[in-house]
């Protein structure tokens, strides 16, 4: 088992990574909880033990579930079992699972503890660590939330073995993210490719965990963590490809490479490297033909982290980083030689 931690004061915690790492959830369940709530989906259907009595909730599926009423009927649902502030919640299940159990754990009694066990490559490397948590609006995704860390996070790797080629793409489109990411978070030079899986997993895990113990808020570090999402938002909004997120976070960060260079950042080698990491995970790299790129553009405006103007974040001499006021018509070419 390999132990991260996510280093935030009286808040830091342990991230373990490695096949059956939810056997070690007792361990981290606080002594005082008399009872668990145990948030999870139907199709899920790993054993855990708490060692204290358990009421289990199912959350739906997709984001259509990803409301502030699910929210409330899970809120609802600990107040009749009368979960309190010295119980726990554990979360089971992928992104959706986490950013919806520990928004509610955030919210209900004004926060109780919640330990998430990670089924997703997903959410193994990215949206279980760093307590971001929250739910969907009508006018847009992630748009109420709460920055709620939990107790532990256990990445139980052996739970990827049921997960569809499909859902795992997906979260191979975030790890590919982390390979350009590891100067800025001072981690050791390694190619992620020489890894094995668990061992891939916990880099990108300890990659992301030092950033938010740098970043915790996004004041501007973290924001690095949406390398090649300012065209992956706007391709999943502005489209019904069905492309999984990871899917166009991978076009992303083609896209983000080929316009670093075109404002003479990076040079053509490094954008070649980019998309042989791309290529050996077996992810896309060009927007797909029948893209409409006009539609495209007022959606990458539109993203919230653009905050107004063009914004990306851009490779370059020093890492990468957040790029301010970027041309759009620059933005506009480059988006047609990511086309082709
Ligand atoms: N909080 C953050 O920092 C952060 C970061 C990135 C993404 N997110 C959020 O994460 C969500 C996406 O997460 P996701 O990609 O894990 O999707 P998901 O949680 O919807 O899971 C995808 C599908 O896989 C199934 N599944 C989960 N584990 C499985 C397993 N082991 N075997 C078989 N099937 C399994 C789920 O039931 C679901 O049908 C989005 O809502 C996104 O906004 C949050
Ligand atoms: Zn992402």
Partial sequence: MIEVQVELGDRSYPVLVGARARDRLMEYIPPSAKQVAVVTQQNLDFAIDTGTPVKTF??????????????EALCREFARMNLNRKDCIVAVGGGLVTDLAGFAAAIYHRGIPVIHIATTLLAQVDAAIGGKTGVNLPEGKNLAGAFWQPLAVLC???????????????????????????????????DLRDLPLDERVAYCA????????ADEREGRLRMILNYGHTLAHAIEIGTSFDLRHGECVAIGLNFAAELAKSMGRISAERVAEHRKVLDFYGLPHALPPETDLDALMPLMHRDKKAMGSLTFILDGPDGVEVVDDVDPKLVRAVLEVVKS
């Fill in 206 to 213: 300890e990659l992301k965990a030092r950033i938010v113990a």
């Fill in 156 to 190: 139980d790797t052996e739970t990827l073995q049921t997960l569809s080629p499909r859902e795992y793409l997906s979260g191979t489109g975030e790890v590919a993210k982390y390979h350009f990411l590891g100067s800025r978070a001072g981690m050791p030079d390694v």
């Fill in 58 to 71: 199912y959350i739906g599926d997709g984001e259509v579930a990803k409301t502030m009423s699910t929210v």
